[in-house]
T-cell receptor
């Protein structure tokens, strides 16, 4: 059974810092990996999707990497801003591609 | 235009009641999902439907019955509500089954008293 772990559970940084969020998963037979953002009381917004054959994806200040063999993904946020404050969730798609298993999330606070 | 919408946003009800949550997507997607986010914020898949056909039922009690009248709608009916059903329920959709970005609705916060 796939298990997804995110470290750290919470992170507080001053504005402008570059930061890395970590995600690890136990079963490397994945279809894809997706990073989401969740604001308090809101739904999830998809940030980046990495297919199992890819090593990384970039969108603006965000860069996500995937090392399937070691069961790890990282989300790199450059030049963090207060508006980046949210919970970031990593989700792994199973081999059939028909369900996502979520990590517990990293709650990020960027201080002005 | 809201891509994935859910109604109601909040639902407060007594134990033993039956309630429904509605979900609609206007993205033209084939696949829809229901997820449950508990008080510890863990998100877990409950059901996935592809072209109105049930694909996954992830060990959800029989009291939960999804209904998909068409590809754009996936409603969740819950019988005999229990305290442990209190959670936020999210609907999501993706263009096709397997390997595609999932788009989430705003969630329905269910509180069972």
């Amino acid at each position: 059974k796939q298990e997804v772990t995110q470290i750290p559970a919470a992170l507080s940084v001053p504005e402008g810092e570059n930061l890395v969020l970590n995600c690890s998963f136990t079963d490397s037979a994945i279809y894809n990996l997706q990073w989401f953002r969740q604001d308090p009381g809101k739904g999830l917004t998809s940030l980046l999707l990495i297919q199992s054959s890819q090593r990384e994806q970039t969108s603006g200040r965000l860069n996500a990497s995937l090392d399937k063999s070691s069961g790890r993904s990282t989300l790199y946020i450059a030049a963090s801003q207060p508006g980046d404050s949210a919970t970031y969730l990593c989700a792994v798609g199973n081999n059939a591609g028909n369900m996502l298993t979520f990590g517990g999330g990293t709650r990020l606070m960027v201080k002005p | 235009d809201t891509a994935v919408s859910q109604t109601p946003k909040y639902l407060v009800t007594q134990m033993g009641n039956d309630k429904s949550i509605k979900c609609e997507q206007n993205l033209g997607h084939d696949t829809m999902y229901w997820y449950k986010q508990d008080s510890k914020k863990f998100l877990k898949i409950m059901f996935s439907y592809n072209n109105k056909e049930l694909i996954i039922n992830e060990t959800v009690p029989n009291r939960f019955s999804p209904k998909s009248p068409d590809k754009a709608h996936l409603n969740l009916h819950i019988n005999s509500l229990e305290l442990g059903d209190s959670a936020v329920y999210f609907c999501a959709s993706s263009q096709f089954l397997g390997g595609d970005t999932q788009y989430f609705g705003p969630g329905t916060r269910l509180t069972v008293l």
